[in-house]
């Protein structure tokens, strides 16, 4: 996959990145997200069980965002969000400095 452009995207300023929990996963039933590494979100993209939502203002993802990811502001976020439930939601934004 494209690593250095996902690295870029997401180590620009420092990055907040959470995984919404899969909607059966019951290990993680009490806690509703989590933070991952860069390193592990480089092994979930691309994946048919993993949507990408880039969080930044829009200038920040038209210059660079990950690839495959939707921008939030794109659509209403009930009809950005995939239809399938069993994936996992991955949402990244530049923390602020």
Known sequence: MHTSR????LAT???FVAVIAYAG??????????????DQVEQMIG??????????????????????????????????LPARKDQALVFYCAAPS
Do not use: C, M, Y
């Open 6 to 9: 996902i690295r870029r995207a």
């Open 13 to 15: 300023a420092g990055v």
């Open 25 to 38: 996963d019951k290990e993680k039933k009490d806690e509703p997200f989590t933070f991952v590494s860069v």
């Open 47 to 80: 994946r048919a069980d993993v949507f990408v939502v880039d969080a930044n203002p829009q200038d920040v993802f038209q210059k660079n965002h990950v690839p495959g990811a939707h921008w939030w502001r794109s659509a209403p976020l009930a009809q950005l």
